[in-house]
């Protein structure tokens, strides 16, 4: 299976950088270090269970709306949109609700993982359509590999696929009907690779999903200026993480010198 991997923070060898561990959560939320884990535990699966005639896109920011979709799955049986979680828990998928397990009672969690992976499963088409590319098979998928995650489905509006039924669906996959050639695949996914980074307009900005997914809207932070910038709580954290390594360093330094000395 070719892997075609966007992802930001990642070294050489495709682990997080020490930086990524910083500010991935930062800028895409605290499970963001869990959920590109779990990305990867997904795409080893695939790797092992898929030939060259599938394609994997990880992590595309579609037009630079500031929303990366985690997986872009495409091969001979049409294209999925999957959106891995590292999530535990109970939760219930009814149509386009999503909700969580709360003192015996199931009520709406936020963000709505359902809407949110519906809305990018409906970027794609749209994208695709407007470059000309109609796939007869898009599909939305959620995709949860932790073993203790439950996820009570009711006519749920997307695909939800337990971590231990991943294998089933890939097994499945490999015999389903064809629906698209060697060509179409392959021009599908230059199609949405070469989006990144591009400049046409937004098809869903980052403002739009969160607010249809049941987020605070996310809003681009304001440039700093020397009257009105004020340092927030995670700022403060990384200030005092990094004064208190200056000096547990200048202190190891000291001692060096003054044991060398002797």
Known sequence: ??????????????????VGKIQGPLKFGPSWVKDMQAQ???????SQMLDKRY??????????????????????QGLFVIYVSSLRGVYRAKNEEW???????????????????????AAVDTFLTRKGIKPPA???VLLFPAPGMHVDMVSPAVRIIPGDALERFLATLVISPLVLDPATVSKIAETIAGAQGSEEPEI????ETDKAAGMRPHRPAKAASTAGFRLTRNH????????????????????????LNR
């Open 236 to 259: 403060w954290i990384i200030l005092g993480a990094l004064i208190a390594f200056n000096v547990l360093l200048s202190c190891v330094i000291l001692y060096l010198v003054f044991y």
């Open 138 to 140: 898009l599909e939305a």
């Open 40 to 46: 990867k535990q997904v795409m080893d699966q695939f």
């Open 204 to 207: 869903a900005s980052r403002e």
């Open 55 to 76: 394609i994997l896109l990880r992590n595309v920011d579609l037009l630079s709306s500031g929303v990366p979709i985690p997986l872009l799955f495409l091969g001979p």
């Open 99 to 121: 909700m969580s397990m709360v003192g015996g009672k199931f009520r709406p969690s936020k963000p709505n993982l359902v809407m949110r992976v519906k809305l990018m499963a």
């Open 1 to 18: 299976m070719r892997i075609i991997d966007h992802s930001p923070f990642l070294s050489k060898k495709g682990e997080i950088t020490l």
